[in-house]
């Protein structure tokens, strides 16, 4: 299993980014996906989660509104779009995927929201 996340970067408050995380490795459309994110000194957090076929997907509070997740099965790839991005949204974020009881994790990209 391997996923690996691109598409972080420095970014103003207000402004946009779209993350994504390509997997390989198992078989990306059988599996739910969710991006979490993690700042020094804090526990990792979830951020969205989305089944595998997609439809219903899950939002932590703090990001409700402002963050879409979404997938391609074609491409084995799982997106994070980020809009009206706030300093406290700084951090690195990871995508996760669980099998067999097991979570995989990325090696995280880094987003630093700040002016």
């Known amino acids: 299993v391997q996923l690996v996340e691109s598409g972080g970067g420095l970014v103003q408050p207000g402004g946009s980014l779209r993350l994504s995380c390509a997997a390989s490795?198992?078989?990306?459309?059988?599996?739910?996906m969710s991006w979490y994110r993690q700042v020094p000194g804090k526990e990792r957090e979830l951020v969205a989660a989305i089944p595998s076929g997609g439809g219903s997907t899950n939002y932590a509070d703090s990001i409700k509104g402002r963050f879409t997740i979404s997938r391609d099965n074609a491409k084995n790839t799982v997106y994070l779009q980020m809009n009206s991005l706030k300093p406290e949204d700084t951090a690195v974020y990871y995508c996760?995927?669980?099998?067999?009881?097991?979570?995989?994790w990325g090696q995280g990209t880094q987003v630093t929201v700040s002016s």
């Open positions: 996760k995927v669980v099998r067999f009881g097991r979570a995989y």
């Open positions: 490795g198992f078989t990306f459309s059988s599996y739910g």
